[in-house]
Structure formats: C-alpha cells, structure tokens
C-alpha cells in the first residue's frame, strides 16, 4: 500500500515523468501556440455549482468568483436550511455578511460558548436579552457590490442536505443542474477534528460519492474541483502530489459501518484511524479515493490546502470568520487566556491564505476544463517548501501584534509561550492556566457570580490538544503542480488570481491576521484600542500589585515565623555580600 496508485495519462499533452508522476510542465508544451481563454473569459457564461458556499472559503470563493469574472453566468449554491432559517434567508444573509457570531447566557449578559471554548465575560460583542446575537460587520460582498449592485441576481441557491440519500435534491433541480452547470468546486466537509467516525464519512465521504454521481449526469461539464486537505496523508513524511492508496477501501468501510451502531463504531474509530490523528483527515484521504474511482470521464482536479488562514489581500487583508485552526490559538493568546501551549518552535507553520487558495482553485479550475487531464491532477496547496516560516516566529509576530493592538476585554496581558517540552507544558498549565483561574472563580464565587473560568480553560485544553499534532511536527510537500500552474497564466491572470506564496510578508501578513481576529471575528472596533492598551496596564499594575502581596505574604509566613528559614535567609545574603565584596575588590586591583 505504500506507492502512488495513480498513473497519469494527460490526453496526449503530456508525457509520464520518470517517477510515474505526471506534471503540469509535460502539459504545457502541448498548448503552446494555442489560443487560451483567460480565466475571466473561461468563465464567461457559465455555470457553476458550489458545495459549502456559506463556509469560511466557499464564501471567499463566491466573492472572488462574481468579482473577479464578472461575466459568470450563475452561480449554484448547494445549501441547507440551518437553525431555524431558510436556505433563501441564509444564502442572502451571507451576502449582507449578517453573520451569527456569539451565543449568550439566557442572562444576556454573559457569552457561554465559542469554538475553543475562550467566552469570557466582556467578551462579548454585542449584548442582547437572552438567545443569539447577530451582529453586521464589514462586509465581505461590498467590492463585489461596488463592481455590479445585482450581483445577487446571479446566486441561485439550491436546497441541499449533503448528509441525506440523493443530497435530498429535488427532481426538478437535479434535472436543472444537469443540463446547465459546467464547473463543479467541491468545498463542502467537516473539518470538525473530534467528529464521529459515521458522521465524518457521511458527509466527507458518501456526500462526495454522491456529488460525483450528479456530476456524471451533468450534460455540459468542463471542470470537478475537489477541496481536499494537505493533512489527508499526514501520516506521511513528505507528500507528492499523488493520490495515495486509501487506508481502507472506502466502499467496505462504508457497508460495514452501516449497520454498526454509534458506540461500536465509536469503539473501533481509534483502531480504524490508525496513525492518523483524528476522523476529519481519514476520511478526508478516503474522500480522495472516491474522486479518483469514481472519476470515469469527468476531468477533475484535486486541491490540497494546508492551514488555511485570513485573507493575505482579497478581499481585505486579514478578513476571516471562524475560530478554527491558529484563529482561536491567536485569540486566546491575544485574550491573555492562553499562556502555554505544546509546539515545536522550529518546525514549520504551513500557514496559506484563504484568497491564495481560492486563486489557485479558479484556476485550476479554469485549467482542468481547458486541458481535459483524464485523471485527476493533485495540488498541494502549500507554503512551506517555497517561504517558510515556523511556530517559534508565529509566536513572536503574534505576541507583538497583540500588544500593539490589544484585544478589548483582555483576561491577562498577552504573553503566551509554546514549549515542545511536554513536562514544562504542564508546569505552565498548572501556574499560568489553572492556578488563575481558581483565583478568579473565587473571585466571582465571593461576588456571587457563576464561576466559569475553570470551565474555559478545559475547553481551551481540549480544542488546543487536538491542533498539537500539527503544531509539534512538520512534513515536506512537493508543490511543484502549485508552481506550474502558476506558469501557465497569463501575465493579467497571475495578478488577479494570485497564489504566489513567494510574495507573502510574513510579519506583515500575521500582524493583519490578528488584526483580523480583533475587527472581523470579534467585531471589535479599532478606535477601541487606546482603551484596550489602558486596560492592559491596569492588568499590569494588578500583577505588579499581586507580585508585591506575594513576596510580603510569603516572607511573613514562611521567613519571618521561622528560625531556620530565618538562617537560610542570612545564609544567602552574607554570601550575596561576600561575593560582592570579592568581586568589587578583585575590580580594584585590576585597575
Ligand atoms: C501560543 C500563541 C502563539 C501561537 C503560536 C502557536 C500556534 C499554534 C497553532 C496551531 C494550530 C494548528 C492548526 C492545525 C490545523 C491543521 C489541520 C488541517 C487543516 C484542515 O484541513 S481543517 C481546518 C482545521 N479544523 C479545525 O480547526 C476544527 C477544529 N475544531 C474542532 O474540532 C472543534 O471545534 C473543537 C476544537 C473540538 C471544539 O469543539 P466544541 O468544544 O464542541 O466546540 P464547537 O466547535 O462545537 O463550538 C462550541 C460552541 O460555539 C458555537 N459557535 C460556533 N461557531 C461560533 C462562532 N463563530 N461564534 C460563536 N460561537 C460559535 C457552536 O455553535 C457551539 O455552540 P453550542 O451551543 O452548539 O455548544
Ligand atoms: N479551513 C481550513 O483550514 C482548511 C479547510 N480545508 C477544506 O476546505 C473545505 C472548506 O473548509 P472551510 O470553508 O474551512 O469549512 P467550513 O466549516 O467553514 O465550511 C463547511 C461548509 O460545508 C457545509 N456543510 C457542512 N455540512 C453540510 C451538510 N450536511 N449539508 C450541506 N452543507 C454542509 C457548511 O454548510 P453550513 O453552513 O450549512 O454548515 C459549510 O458551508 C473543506 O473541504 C475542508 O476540508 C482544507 C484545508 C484547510
């Protein structure tokens, strides 16, 4: 099971390398002289069906798309109807960037949950009398809006429950797609890293079976992009840019765990996932495999991200929506509620942008339909082989972002450290992690509030838990399809659609993430900042205070009560002062 299974054969245009990889550069020579498309003119007039539009990257895909190739046709949104709202009412609330951010005690004063379980009081938003809050923050469509005001006309949301047989499509809308949509992208999964095993190859997996099947009826179809995860074969060294052998087959896995119930299947995930960390990536290799078995004539392309993370230009530099991957780490290290954390300083941080993979999927995209490869082509998604830069640094450029603009409502000053030592880890745990927060429950014990920030910190410690595995080692992806492409556009295209990680400023790029994190998943406001930074200094003074108390409590209980602590305290200082003496002596003589 350890060779690549896929063997290229690239219509003609292109001859097998020696390695039995196929790549972009023995393609090109096969259209010189012809007359391509640009990317806006490929996608002139057609149109497109997106899985996962309402994600973080499924939304920057569908504003790149309708900004950047105004000329689209339509656009098919694959959506469910979710928390009570209809596919119609969500799909317009993403265009007006109405977004449900924060979730709030019955009390409406306190924020209960967040992905990395960080809520703290005052970290809130906005504050409303019980329920949800749903706050407006800038808008991620308004450049879109700027270029063509109807640009909403052009979205056409399709019910769809990806989770059920069919992907619950109507019959109508099954035939309408059919007959119309020419490139397919693929964003749809969860990326949930603790999902069950049944529900995580449900919608990896089934699902994308199951779009497969749709494409295959669509009449005019150019392109299938399938959003895969550079962490699919993660438990591998060094990745190519080939579909590995999957670590079961996916159709036996699948009958198997059919009639299995919940907590058998839940006994033997640990056994099935093997040296895979968790369900999200298993399933998401086993996903690959489906695309390449099921490929039949559909020309595919398969896109690899690593870590994606806000946006480096498109539409604002640092735009991002969610807490998952480093966002959280950043915020609760920016909240001075994470102090310590297991990473490995010099591995790298294969941190890509969300508007550079976005770029790289339109064109490949635009690519596949107009090469036709027969099988699928791979693309690793990554920035470490060509600009690394690693964890130790992240940390640093985080840290230094944080204290030039603070976060509102900050627990403790940012200063957060990551260690590889497990041992040092759960010393700092216990002083910097637990040890302030029992103060602080018995603080809002004494003051009659609920404690809660025990509570938060387990959170904390679970979610970071699950990204130590990323964060504690580094792997090497060959990147060269990334490479190639990018040779392929034209000059105006590899400005518009750009994926050069080359050109990515690091410090400049995690300054603007954070700042990010502050405007766009808080929603704080950045005239607020001279109050955040007068806030920490208050945190400051607190500490000096609390250090002071310390070291006058402890010298009353432990040196002043006590002959022999007394003893060892003179010990220390005639030494101190006869070091001193010797050494100021020895000075004198040498001059
Ligand atoms: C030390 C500081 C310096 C920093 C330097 C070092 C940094 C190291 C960082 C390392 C990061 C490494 C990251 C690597 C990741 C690579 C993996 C490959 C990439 C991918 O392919 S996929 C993307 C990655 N996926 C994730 O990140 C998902 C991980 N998250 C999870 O698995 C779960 O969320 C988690 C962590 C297990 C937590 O689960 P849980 O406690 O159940 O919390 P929920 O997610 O269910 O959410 C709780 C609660 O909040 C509500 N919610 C959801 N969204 C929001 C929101 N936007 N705002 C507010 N509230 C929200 C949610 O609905 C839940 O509410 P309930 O009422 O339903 O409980
Ligand atoms: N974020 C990252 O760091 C990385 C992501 N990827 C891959 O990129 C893709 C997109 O990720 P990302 O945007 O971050 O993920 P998100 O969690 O932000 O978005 C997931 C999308 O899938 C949709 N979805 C989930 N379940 C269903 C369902 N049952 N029926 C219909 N739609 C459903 C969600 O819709 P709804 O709004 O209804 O929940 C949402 O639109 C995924 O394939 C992921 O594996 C790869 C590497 C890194």
């Known amino acids: 099971m350890d060779e690549p299974s896929v063997e290229r054969d690239l219509d003609g245009l292109g001859e097998q390398a020696t390695d039995g990889h196929t790549r972009l550069t023995d393609i090109s020579g096969g259209t010189e002289g012809r007359s391509m498309a640009s990317i806006p003119e490929y996608y002139a007039g057609k149109n497109v069906l997106i899985t996962g539009a309402t994600g973080f990257m499924g939304k920057v895909l569908v504003e790149k798309l309708l900004r950047a190739c105004p000329e689209v046709r339509a656009l098919y949104l694959l959506v469910r109807p979710k928390a009570g709202q209809s596919m119609e009412q969500r799909v317009s609330d993403m265009m007006t960037c109405k977004q449900l951010l924060l979730y709030f005690d019955a009390d409406g004063l306190k924020l209960d949950t967040s992905p990395v379980g960080m809520g703290v009081q005052g970290f809130s938003v906005c504050r409303v009398s019980g329920g949800e809050a749903c706050v407006r923050h800038e808008l991620l469509f308004d450049r879109v809006r700027e270029v063509n005001p109807d640009f909403h006309l052009k979205i056409i949301p399709i019910s769809s429950e990806l989770t059920q047989p069919g992907l619950a499509i109507s019959p109508e809308d099954v035939e309408r797609l059919s007959a119309c949509i020419n490139v397919v992208f693929h964003c749809a999964a969860t990326i949930r890293f603790d999902e069950p095993l049944k529900h995580a190859l449900q919608l990896n997996v089934i699902a994308t079976q199951q779009l497969l099947s749709l494409a295959k009826q669509m009449q005019h179809l150019e392109a299938f992009v399938h959003i895969s995860t550079a962490y699919a074969n993660c438990n591998r060294k060094h990745i190519d840019e080939v579909i590995y052998p999957p670590p079961v087959e996916p159709k036996k896995l699948i009958d198997s765990l059919e009639w299995m119930d919940d907590s058998i299947v839940r006994d033997i995930t640990p056994?099935?996932?093997?040296?895979?960390?968790?369900?999200?990536?298993?399933?998401?290799?086993?996903?690959?495999?489906?695309?390449?078995?099921e490929q039949d004539k559909l020309n595919i392309a398969i896109i690899r991200p690593s870590i994606v993370g806000a946006s480096w230009q498109e539409p604002v530099p640092g735009w991002i929506d969610n807490f998952n991957g480093p966002s959280g780490v950043f915020i609760a290290a920016g909240k001075g509620i994470l102090r310590t954390m297991r990473a490995n300083n010099d591995a790298v941080a294969d941190l890509v942008p969300v508007d550079m993979v976005i770029n790289l999927t339109l064109a490949a995209g635009w690519y596949t339909a107009v090469h036709r490869p027969k099988s699928?082509?791979?693309?690793?998604?990554?920035?470490?082989?060509?600009?690394?830069?690693?964890?130790?640094?992240?940390?640093?450029?985080?840290?230094?972002?944080?204290?030039?603009?603070?976060?509102?409502?900050?627990?403790?000053?940012?200063?957060?450290?990551?260690?590889?030592?497990?041992?040092?880890?759960?010393?700092w745990i216990l002083v910097s992690h637990k040890f302030p927060a029992l103060i602080y429950d018995f603080v809002l014990r004494l003051?009659?509030?609920?404690?809660?920030?025990?509570?938060?910190?387990?959170?904390?410690?679970?979610?970071?838990?699950?990204?130590?595995?990323?964060?504690?080692?580094?792997?090497?992806?060959?990147?060269?399809?990334?490479?190639?492409l990018m040779s392929q556009l034209t000059p105006e295209d590899r400005r518009t659609f750009n994926f050069d990680?080359?050109?990515?400023?690091?410090?400049?790029?995690?300054?603007?993430?954070?700042?990010?994190?502050?405007?766009y998943v808080l929603n704080e406001d950045m005239s607020d900042i001279p109050a955040a930074r007068q806030h920490l200094r208050k945190l400051r003074n607190i500490r000096y205070t609390f250090n002071t108390l310390l070291v006058v409590f402890i010298w009353r209980v432990f040196i002043a009560r006590s002959q022999m602590a007394r003893n060892i305290w003179y010990f220390v200082v005639s030494l101190c002062f006869k070091f001193l003496s010797y050494f100021r002596a020895s000075s004198t003589i040498t001059k």
Request: positive net charge.
């Open 376 to 427: 699928a082509l791979v693309y690793n998604c990554t920035t470490g082989g060509i600009n690394p830069f690693h964890w130790g640094q992240i940390e640093h450029h985080v840290m230094l972002s944080f204290k030039r603009n603070p976060l509102e409502q900050a627990f403790r000053r940012p200063n957060a450290n990551i260690t590889s030592n497990y041992l040092m880890n759960q010393y």
């Open 271 to 293: 056994r099935l996932i093997g040296d895979r960390p968790n369900t999200y990536t298993y399933t998401k290799a086993l996903a690959e495999c489906v695309v390449q078995q």
């Open 501 to 519: 990680v080359r050109q990515l400023n690091w410090p400049e790029y995690i300054e603007n993430y954070c700042i990010g994190t502050k405007k």
């Open 447 to 484: 003051s009659g509030q609920k404690p809660q920030m025990m509570r938060i910190f387990n959170r904390l410690h679970k979610a970071i838990g699950l990204l130590e595995y990323f964060s504690s080692q580094d792997w090497e992806w060959n990147s060269e399809n990334m490479s190639m």
